[in-house]
């Protein structure tokens, strides 16, 4: 039977971090846009308190997460949990999620959006956390809701270990951009890999940056005919959306002329009378 609370108890706290891995999920506002869910696994992520989640966002060929996140009166998100062993449960913790970018190697100093480059390094410090070379950001739930469940019909599963491709590999792209080669740096890849979400919304502020600084063209997302892409024009119109208010304005124009002529007229002879 699924259970609700307004924090996360302190049964629940300990079974969390026990945990190998949880999933992330987000949406952006309109509906036209995707919903994503993204695997997690490490032990990237801790409680600050029973109504505080935190997971260190590693860094990967998406921002869906950090796009909706960063989006205008949106911050919703979803953190999943369940267990692969012992006894059945899944637990959800529903929240509003903020992003601490993590600078990267060609930063400026100085302030940004976030509260500035000290951001991410305070947290860390405060928190004890450990920075892995493919650290991208902190994202921080703030919790208005937990549920669990059972979860019978989740399989069995078997711990072997945690992979490290990811971290070799940015550990090695770090290694040559301080033997010289600028093009290696954290914030130009996350130039072309997150600067924008796949429905077009802004991502990383550090990649966006980068993206607009260098002129660096950010990978192409959504591709083909058939890709829903009215999400990129939520904010606005587009000359398709112009073009079409003029005709419809034309036709209700010739089409109401006559009534509003003999309107006026009728209107006009009252007052003359």
């Known amino acids: 039977m699924g259970q609700f609370f307004e924090t996360i108890p302190e049964y629940l706290m300990k079974w969390i971090l ?23 696994g490490g032990p990237y992520f801790g409680l600050l308190d029973d109504k505080t989640f935190w997971y260190m966002d590693l860094s990967g ?12 009166g949106n911050g919703r998100i979803t953190v999943m949990f369940n267990s692969f062993e012992g006894p059945p449960r899944i637990v959800r913790l529903f929240g509003h999620g903020t992003v601490i970018e993590r600078p990267g190697l060609e930063t400026r100093p100085g302030p940004h959006e976030q509260g500035g480059d000290r951001a991410f390094d305070d947290f860390v410090k405060k928190h004890n956390v450990e920075v892995i070379p493919s650290s991208r950001s902190i994202i921080i739930v703030k919790l208005h809701q937990v549920a669990s469940s059972c979860g019978y019909s989740v399989p069995f599963y078997e711990f072997k270990s945690f992979r490290t491709t990811l971290n070799e590999v940015f550990a090695k792209k770090e290694e040559r951009f301080e033997r010289g080669t600028s093009k290696e740096s954290r914030e130009r890849y996350w130039a072309y890999k997150n600067s924008y979400s796949m429905d077009g919304l802004p991502g990383m502020r550090i990649g966006y940056q980068m993206h607009k600084r260098e002129q660096i063209a950010p990978i192409e997302k959504m591709v083909g005919p058939s890709t829903p892409r009215a999400y990129h024009n939520n904010k606005g119109f587009s000359a398709s959306h112009l073009v079409l208010v003029t005709v419809l304005s034309a036709i209700c124009t010739i089409l109401l002329y006559p009534f509003l002529t003999a309107l006026l007229q009728g209107t006009f002879h009252a007052i003359a009378s």
């Open 18 to 40: 026990e945990q190998k891995m949880f999933w992330v999920a987000t949406a952006p506002l309109a509906a036209s846009g995707h919903v994503n869910v993204s695997p997690k």
């Open 61 to 72: 060929s998406g921002t869906e997460t950090i796009a909706h996140l960063y989006e205008p």
